[in-house]
């Protein structure tokens, strides 16, 4: 079973960086970012603690971290990424590149979780590895998940809903 994890905010990166300078376990995440406005700790009960650092440039609507403790994972959704990282080593295992600004977390189990962002979807495992990916040609202005299986993307401007089945990411015909 998955769980979300806090994101703590700091005011500065000189303050996220005196943080994780003081953890015995760190890692810095989205230090790349196009001018940072968002900074993050997120600590991580592993067995060896870790402490992750976020930057975020503040181009998604909202930052979400999950923990999967058997594995020992945590994906990271930020800006128009997912980072997958083992917690037990302290290592990025990958970073995926969405085609828009990240959305949303939907339905984590074991395996990972769906990632809605501003063009489409998403299906990727803890591990880092894309399960599937649909995407649309304009925005999408709202989702929800239909009987638990089928994704429904609302894209603008479309006369309806774009249909993905969630088990493998095929798009469906209309109803």
Request: charged share 25%.
């Amino acid at each position: 079973m998955s769980a979300d994890l806090e994101l703590t905010p700091c005011e500065s990166l000189a303050e996220l960086q005196k943080h994780l300078a003081k953890a015995t376990r760190s890692l810095l995440v989205g230090g790349e970012s196009e001018a940072p406005r968002g900074f993050f700790i997120i600590n991580v009960a592993a067995e060896a603690p870790l402490m992750i650092g976020l930057c975020s440039s503040g181009v998604s609507p909202r930052q979400r971290v999950l923990w999967q403790a058997k594995q020992g994972r945590v994906l990271i959704g930020s800006d128009c990424t997912v980072t997958s990282v083992d917690a037990q080593t302290g290592k990025i295992i990958s970073n995926v590149r969405l085609d828009g600004a990240f959305f949303d977390f939907l339905l984590p189990d074991d395996n990972g979780a769906t990632i809605v962002h501003e063009l489409g979807a998403v299906g990727i495992g803890f591990d880092g590895a894309v399960r599937w990916s649909v995407s649309s040609d304009d925005v999408v202005e709202n989702f929800r998940v239909e009987t638990g299986r089928i994704l429904e993307l609302d894209i603008v401007d479309a006369d309806g809903p774009l249909r993905v089945s969630l088990a493998e990411g095929r798009v469906l015909e209309a109803e």
